[in-house]
């Protein structure tokens, strides 16, 4: 039999491994509660154990809408449907899924969102899922707004050289795969527009380029291009015309600004 003092020193380690778990259990709480990504966890089925503060302040739902319910697929997109099935799938294989994607919140707005899954295991079996979501909304739209300002003039908002460069290479290879396929590159530059900054002014002269490009912008048509390369330069991409006709009917049009 256990000796008084293996029996005391047993009693006080169960203490330390409750204890331990008790923390354990108060800290996982803790992250799950105040984790500012979306947190869901789901049985293999589908079914929602429980969804956390983060997911009802992303996604506009109270918990009650998912919890015990089969009712994940209310933020995923009907044409995701199947993408979020396969994520399922891999994850209940025992694969940790990270990926960007979409998902709906209760407005029935788009969000662009982190997506991390990965399997809840308990005693070597996977039990569940863990599925956190990242709202990256300001993420996207910051890097179209760099996107944006890589490919546009700052003074005019309309295309730069860059992008007139990037359309220019996609005309021409386009041109080599449909013979029909013609494009045409109209160079305009502004005459004595050195005068004009000098008499009235700068900010007067950026209005000025401003105004000119409007104004060339009405002369063409939607799937054209209007470019400032720079200073007074500025360059027209025309596409899909069927006779030299049109370029030369545009080009009289944007000669003709303010005559």
Known sequence: SKSHHELHQEIT???QIQKALIEQRAYFLQ???NSPQAIMIIEPDGKVVEVNKGFEIIFGYSA?????????????????????????????SGKTISKETFRSNKNGELIPVAFIGYPAVVKGQIEGLFVLYKDISYRKK????MLHQSFHDSLTGIPNRALLMERLNRSLERSKRRKEYQFAVLMIDLDNFKSVNDSIGHLAGDKFLSQFSDQ??????????IARMGGDEFAVLLEEF?????????????????K
């Not at 919890?67 to 396969?86: C, F, H, R, W």
């Not at 069927?242 to 303010?258: C, D, L, M």
């Open 242 to 258: 069927n006779t030299p006709q049109e370029v030369f009917k545009i080009a009289k049009r944007i000669s003709k600004i303010g």
């Open 13 to 15: 380690e169960r203490i």
């Open 142 to 145: 910051f890097e179209a707004q």
């Open 64 to 92: 009650k809408d998912f919890k015990g319910k089969y009712s994940k697929n209310l933020i995923v997109p009907e044409d995701m449907i199947a993408e979020d099935e396969t994520f399922h799938q891999n994850i209940l």
């Open 216 to 225: 060339i912008s009405q002369c063409i048509r939607s799937t054209d291009t």
């Open 31 to 33: 992250l799950f509660e």
